[in-house]
């Protein structure tokens, strides 16, 4: 049994639901300490309240908002503060990695916990979806994407250098620079135990997740598309006409993503991800400023499987659009490379130390064992 930390973005639940999509499928045969910030600990602090796995709390980077756009100027602030206490918290990690004698380090886009590994030589995996902005080839881009993409290339690259593999999980799978190709492993998306044992169905609702904001522009087109709408992320309330509203419910959520017709929501990685591999188009709206969120919407296009409007945009005529296009959208989905847990499982495993009695390539066992646990 090998000592495994790991690390999480607290922004959004896209890099909780990867952690845990990993933990489950290790911690049957390793010992796991998770460290996290934000929603991301509230997350896994529930999940793995009665468990072996260990959930601590740590700061983090996180994006702030303001008149339903990115808050630039507030979130570099709070960075400022961040970058102030790092060496802190790097000191703080550096303790906690010698106290367990932790034999692997893996991070989803945390900056803190790599620099402590390598100062005290424990090697790092770096498992994400951002990287995919330093190593891929993203020429198709349209030119403002691209220019952008330059930009923030390398404040990724800044978060952390030195890992032993770059693991990059994502829903579209663009080239990679040749630089890159022998340190860079591609892979789908990390697909909850209860995603890849779902039988999906296609239902007669609409699922919607919008995070923060829904503009009434948006709110009107949904409420006269006909459809019963289940939304979730603007919090529980009455129902008003055709849209139902919803609280928090992971179990809830993902039964209506396993029986609707399609997805509409803003245009995060692991969301798209997962409703692609059940077989759902998406409708993605991505956060105004947050170009991440515009990139994976272009790749969504050029899929096939879906489309992407601008949230102004959004009304009775495009919505209806993308309803009379469902069944080609579906046709054009590629469930099968969607699924990127065993390829991540292979290259986790090659970096630990061998069990007894099995092999690092063996991860049919490890996805069977992740489904009963």
Not at 248 to 258: C, K, P, Y
Request: hydrophobic share 40%; glycine share 8%; net charge neutral.
């Amino acid at each position: 049994m090998a000592t495994i930390l790991y690390s999480l973005a607290g922004e959004g639940r896209g890099h909780a639901t990867r952690v845990r999509t990993v933990v489950e499928a290790l911690r049957d045969r390793h010992r796991i300490e998770i460290f996290a910030p934000g929603v991301a600990y509230d997350l896994l602090s529930r999940a793995y309240q009665h468990s072996s796995v260990t959930v601590r709390r740590i700061p983090g980077l996180l994006f702030h908002y303001s008149q339903q756009r990115l808050d630039y100027l507030q979130t570099i602030s709070e960075a400022g503060r961040y970058l102030a206490g790092l060496p802190q918290l790097i000191r703080r990690l550096r303790d906690a990695i010698c106290s367990s004698r932790a034999d692997l380090v893996i991070t989803d886009f945390e900056p803190a916990l790599p620099r402590a590994a390598l100062r005290e030589s424990v090697p790092f995996i770096s498992l994400d979806h951002q990287h995919f902005l330093t190593a891929c080839d993203l020429s198709d881009l349209p030119l403002h994407l691209r220019a952008h993409a330059s930009i923030m290339s390398p404040v990724v690259g800044s978060y952390y250098q030195g890992q032993a593999a770059t693991i990059i999980s994502s829903f579209y799978f663009p080239p990679v620079h040749r630089w890159y190709r022998d340190c860079v492993v591609q892979a789908g998306v990390l697909l909850r135990p209860e995603i890849r044992n779902m039988q999906p169905v296609v239902g007669n609702h609409l699922l919607v997740y919008l995070r923060r904001f829904a503009p009434d522009n948006v709110m009107s087109a949904l409420a006269s598309c006909r459809r019963e709408v289940r939304i979730y992320g603007l919090g529980e309330r009455p129902a008003e006409g055709n849209l139902k509203f919803f609280g928090v419910s992971e179990h809830g959520f993902l039964q209506d993503l396993a029986t609707c017709q399609a997805l509409i929501s803003n245009a995060g990685n692991q969301l798209i991800g997962e409703a692609m591999f059940l077989g759902k188009p998406v409708l993605a709206i991505p956060e105004a400023r947050n170009f991440e969120q515009f990139i994976n919407a272009f790749y969504i296009r050029q899929g096939g499987g879906g489309d992407w409007c601008h949230v102004h945009e959004f009304g009775d005529r495009l919505l209806s659009r993308f309803l009379e296009h469902m069944d080609e959208y579906r046709g054009r989905i590629d469930r099968n490379r969607l699924d990127g847990l065993p390829t991540v499982l292979d290259a986790v495993e090659s970096h630990l130390p061998a069990l007894p009695g099995t092999s690092s390539g063996s991860h049919e066992l490890r996805l069977l064992e992740s489904r009963v646990s």
